[in-house]
């Protein structure tokens, strides 16, 4: 969820995209069959990376092979995105419903972050409480690092579980890093393991800047308006698709509407 350069969630102007920083196009590994697919679940494909756990797209986002041939049909609520809050057609099902959390690390400043992440869920009295555990969770937390620019990834929900894993490149990060920013990026990430996509999917200049990643694309299967957000951009949202480094994004009264609508 973060990307640099500019520095998009991933910084002055130095901008991270909610997950990974400006590069060149990337296609190569990627066949036009996988390209075609990604575009019809209503993904950018500008970008696309091939990753161990399928395709890398938007910056931070995984998409699985198995998401690929999702043959789930288009909702009467699709809207095409603008820079309104939205959710996928997956989302955890089951509530009320505690999610644990794992993280692989105590290396400062993450376990400081995961517990204010946590806490700003927790807050907002959901259908959905977070909780940390150690071992195998809901949602395990991954450190690796990569000299790459992507900061973060995360996917979408399946079957009614969210999605089991957030990869944390610790190429961007040390213990210097701001609790608060980093806090941000994971629950950037969080919010796409329960079925939220980009507040600007629509227009990520708003956030990002100029770039050739603006438009991730016309709404398709996936991308459904929260009713209660508006319309238009809305600033310091934490679903942004990108972040000044170091920003801090705590919850907007319109990132709450989103929140307790779907859960």
């Not at 609520?77 to 794992?102: D, K, Q, W």
């Not at 969210?162 to 994971?186: G, R």
Request: charged share 15%.
């Amino acid at each position: 969820m973060t990307r640099v350069l500019t520095v998009a969630l991933a910084g002055a102007i130095i901008f991270f995209a909610a997950c990974k920083k400006d590069s060149k196009t990337s296609n190569e590994e990627v066949s036009q069959d996988v390209i075609s697919q990604i575009k019809a679940l209503g993904f950018n494909t500008y970008d696309v990376k091939k990753i161990s756990e399928g395709y890398l797209v938007e910056g931070d986002i995984i998409v699985t092979e198995n998401d690929l041939h999702n043959t789930q049909q288009t909702s009467p609520e699709l809207v095409i995105a603008n820079e309104e809050h939205y959710r996928t057609t997956n989302l955890v099902t089951g509530l009320p419903r505690t999610l644990t959390v794992s993280l692989n690390t105590t290396a400062a400043p993450f376990p400081a972050a995961l517990t204010e992440a946590l806490k700003r869920y927790n807050d907002q009295g959901l259908q959905l409480h977070f909780t940390q555990t150690t071992g195998a969770a809901d949602i395990n937390i991954i450190t690796y690092y990569e000299r790459s620019n992507t900061l973060g990834s995360s996917g979408f929900p399946s079957g009614g579980n969210p999605y089991s894993q957030i990869k944390m490149n610790t190429y961007w990060y040390s213990a210097s890093t701001n609790v608060n920013y980093m806090a941000t990026i994971i629950a950037h990430e969080m919010g796409h393991c329960v079925g939220y996509r980009h507040t600007d999917y629509m227009s990520r200049k708003y956030s990002c800047g100029p770039g050739p990643f603006n438009n991730e694309g016309s709404a398709g299967v996936g991308a459904i308006w929260i009713p209660g957000t508006p319309t238009g951009p809305d600033a310091g949202s934490w679903m942004l698709a990108c972040i000044g480094s170091g920003v801090n994004r705590p919850f907007t009264t319109n990132d709450v509407t989103a929140l307790t609508t779907v859960y």
